[in-house]
């Protein structure tokens, strides 16, 4: 099958995406269990809103990527190339991997009459799990509820402005469209952005019945816009046991400072049982080599962590703090005076390479030689 084929089958499916339009979960759970479960290789994060997804979802991929990690982003619609929808570390999933994809999903989507957001889905966490991603950002299409990025269990499930939209098949009230977008939360950790009263109690709700913590914008998430202008916006976030000073984000307009808040939030929230050190010379890559280390429960977040987000730039978030609050850890770069960690830490000591750092000053286990408070780990 050709790239062109392909496309072509896909947008040809029930007569586009939304004459073809179906809501439900039936199918795109068929096609993923076809699949292998891709959606449980990664970590999840859903957003779902009327306003602000695409700015999230760009905002907290771009900060995923910039650690160092492996991110998927599924989003739609696309403006230009189907592809646009499908991107792994911002790069658009080739012609042959399409192709590939759509050929190799064909006969079942036949079978179950499957829509093109369906299809498209399902191949998208398909070829995330191929692409080794570590962490997926899923922008909701309709609503939520019945939308089949309402898969798997997301570590972290944002809620985004919500307004009247769809409502020949959401609702004619607020009340009830914020019921179909806060269906997302079921598990993991909410955020969600300032709401009408309405929309809030709704959400509010929905996250207590679902067991889930919720962050709310306004209550206990907060941002102010230190400076603005032509080049930027230049915020303050604060949220429970973080505080950014001075980030900036590129994209302009009233709602933005909003909108990076959720992001921020988001990139702090995931905690994984597993972390990987990126050094200046190597990324976590199927098939690279790459510093990995795993954390176990230990001491409670320390003032010092928290002390260390404080300043850092917006695109250095999950760098961090994305793990747990149990532990904490983040990139090192190699220099003249050794391996320099840009505040990173794991109480009490993790192993990075052959050298631990200690935040008492303890001897390294492997080199002998001393470490201590300033975060420098000796040369090999």
């Not at 972290?156 to 939360?185: C, F, M, N, P």
């Not at 907060?222 to 000073?245: C, N």
């Not at 003249?336 to 830490?345: D, I, K, T």
């Not at 990075?352 to 080199?367: D, F, I, K, N």
Request: proline fraction near 5%.
């Amino acid at each position: 099958m050709t790239y062109r084929e392909a496309v072509a089958r896909v947008t040809g499916l029930r007569g586009g995406e939304m004459a073809g339009m179906r809501p439900g979960l039936e199918r795109i759970e068929t096609l993923l269990e076809s699949a292998g479960h891709p959606e449980r290789a990664m970590t999840l994060v859903q957003v779902a809103g009327t306003n602000g997804k695409g700015s999230i979802c760009a905002m907290l991929a771009a900060s995923v990527q910039a650690a160092g990690r492996r991110v998927g982003l599924y989003t739609s619609p696309h403006l230009l190339d189907i592809r646009e929808r499908i991107r792994v570390d911002g790069r658009p999933i080739s012609e042959a991997d399409f192709a590939d994809g759509v050929e190799a999903l064909g006969t079942l989507v036949a079978r179950l009459d499957a829509t093109m957001f369906e299809a498209l889905t399902a191949l998208a966490l398909d070829h995330f799990a191929r692409e080794s991603v570590e962490v997926a950002v899923l922008e909701v299409g309709m609503g939520g509820r019945l939308d089949s990025t309402t898969v798997g269990r997301p570590a972290v499930e944002v809620v985004s402005r919500i307004d009247l939209d769809h409502q020949a098949y959401l609702g004619d009230t607020i009340e009830k469209i914020a019921s179909e977008k806060a269906a997302i939360i079921r598990s993991g950790i909410a955020v969600s952005a300032r709401q009408e009263p309405g929309a809030e109690s709704v959400i509010v709700r929905r996250a207590a019945e679902a067991g889930v913590p919720l962050l709310l914008e306004g209550r206990d998430l907060h941002a102010r816009v230190r400076r603005s202008g032509l080049d930027g916006l230049w915020l303050d976030l604060d949220g429970p046991g973080f505080t950014l000073d001075q980030v900036r984000v590129a994209l302009l307009g009233v709602f933005q400072p909003g909108n990076a808040l959720l992001a921020a939030t988001a990139a702090l929230a995931p905690r994984p049982t597993r972390a990987v050190i990126v050094s200046s010379r190597s990324r976590r890559r199927q098939g690279r080599k790459g510093h990995h280390l795993t954390i176990s429960k230990g001491p409670a977040l320390s003032s010092l962590f928290t002390r260390l987000l404080i300043a850092q730039p917006l695109t250095r978030i999950l760098e961090l703090a994305s793990f747990s609050k149990n532990a904490w850890v983040g990139s090192c770069s190699r220099t003249p005076e050794g391996l320099v960690w840009r505040g990173v830490g794991v109480l009490p000591a993790p192993i990075v390479g052959r050298h631990s750092l200690s935040m008492t000053g303890e001897l390294c286990p492997s080199c002998e030689r001393s470490t201590g408070r300033s975060g420098i780990l000796p040369a090999l």
